[in-house]
């Protein structure tokens, strides 16, 4: 590594990976500094792989532009380039009359949002899904799965080929703000070193509050402690897969899109996530939960499924900015000038759904960028 950088991105994932493909290019010293051993080992490769549509956002939030968006690019990038994907469709299905007020409400806010949907009548239901039972359902056709780890194989690549540098095994433990741009400090197995550059871009997930903290961001006055927020997946056996033809979502009632049917592009089923909040990152999974999963909507949804089917399989922990039973928080991506901080671009609570977002959000941090050079 050279002693001065442009642009240092902290964070590996597919954010960090999509934003270097976006911003490297020749003349410009961009480096991609992960702590891990390699690419993509925490939230980007612990998730449902599923590319959403943007029904669930709060209106003209970052959240539901980055995803309709991102739904789109993801689409095209993906056939363009050999990604394995599926635009399988997905219904979201009610099962009580509480939930029933629920989709009508979700159908609205997904409407508002500009996605297109479709409320199903029973008949309908039954021809698309004659094995799944509820009480209403609207069918969500540009939803789909993604092979997650194709993506960020994809970003790499392009990230490489436009020239910037990463470094493995390298954690960022010091940002200090120095004439023209920022001294980086960071420890990796040589021992550590520090370099200058002019623009850093916090990518960091889980530990992207700390990471601003270390650039001087008070991070209880800007709202961006994150809490962690564990999702647990449990395989499905005995070929019940070949008895659903999409994703099925229940209508989300907690603070999530809820557990739900999720497939992989070779069309394993599985079922989760089962979110709590934790303290401490452990991708542990075993049974003391599953009673929650059994009395969850979507099992009544899938009768077919019986407790003995089920079986503890992964987990996944989101970086959320929203603690526990509090509000509808967006993602946080903005250049930080007003903060005494120009040339920092922080990405704090890029959590679902930030798979489908993420190309959406590299096209975002490269205007971002474009701003700061210019000036
Ligand atoms: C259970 C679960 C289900 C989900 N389902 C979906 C879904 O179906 N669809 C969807 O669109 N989204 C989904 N998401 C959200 C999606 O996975 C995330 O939004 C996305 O992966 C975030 O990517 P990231 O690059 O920001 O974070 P990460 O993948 O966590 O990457 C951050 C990287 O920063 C590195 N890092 C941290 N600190 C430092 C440091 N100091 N120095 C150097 N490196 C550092 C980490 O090691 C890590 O590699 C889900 C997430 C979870 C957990």
Not at 153 to 180: C, P, S, W
Not at 309 to 331: C, V, Y
Request: hydrophobic fraction near 40%.
């Amino acid at each position: 590594m050279s002693n001065k950088a442009d642009i240092v991105i902290v964070g590996a994932g597919v954010i960090g990976l999509a934003v270097a493909a976006q911003v490297a290019r020749e003349g410009r010293e961009v480096y991609l500094l992960e702590r891990n051993e390699t690419f993509g080992q925490e939230q980007s490769s612990r998730n449902s792989e599923v590319i959403h549509a943007g029904i669930y956002y709060e209106r003209g939030s970052l959240k539901a532009k980055m995803c309709l968006e991102g739904n789109g690019l993801l689409y095209e990038l993906c056939e363009k380039n050999g990604i394995a994907y599926k635009k399988c469709g997905k219904i979201i299905m009610a099962t009580s009359d509480v939930e029933t007020e629920g989709l009508e409400k979700l159908y609205r806010k997904g409407e508002d949002n500009g996605v297109p949907l479709r409320m199903l009548s029973q008949r309908e239901t039954d021809q698309l899904e004659p094995n799944v039972s509820g009480m209403a359902a609207f069918l969500c056709p540009t939803s789909g799965i993604v092979d997650s780890y194709a993506l960020l194989r994809y970003f790499l690549g392009k990230a490489r080929d436009n020239g910037a540098q990463i470094a493995y095994k390298t954690k960022v433990i010091g940002i200090e703000r120095a004439l023209g741009g920022y001294r980086v400090k960071v420890d990796d197995p040589s021992g550590g070193f520090s370099f200058m550059t002019r623009v850093v871009i916090n990518c960091a997930g889980l530990y992207s509050d700390k990471v601003a903290e270390m650039a001087g961001i008070n991070i209880d006055e800007a709202n961006y402690k994150l809490h962690w927020c564990k999702g647990e997946y449990y395989s499905v056996s005995g070929g019940r897969n070949r008895l659903i033809n999409r994703l099925i979502y229940p209508v989300p009632m907690a603070i999530s899109v809820g557990v739900h049917v999720c497939f992989d592009v070779d069309w394993r089923l599985r079922l989760g996530p089962l979110f709590y909040y934790v303290n401490e990152i452990s991708y542990k999974v075993d049974d003391s939960r599953k009673k929650a999963l059994l009395e969850s909507s979507i099992m009544k949804a899938l009768p077919f499924i019986e407790s003995s089917d089920l079986e503890p399989e992964t987990s996944g922990i989101m970086a959320m900015l929203q603690g526990e039973g509090e509000g509808f928080r967006d993602f946080v991506i903005r250049h930080e000038y007003e903060r005494g901080l120009p040339g920092f671009i922080s990405l704090v609570g890029i959590e679902s759904p930030g798979l489908t977002s993420s190309p959406a959000i590299a096209r975002y941090v490269g205007h971002l960028l474009n701003e700061i050079l210019e000036s």
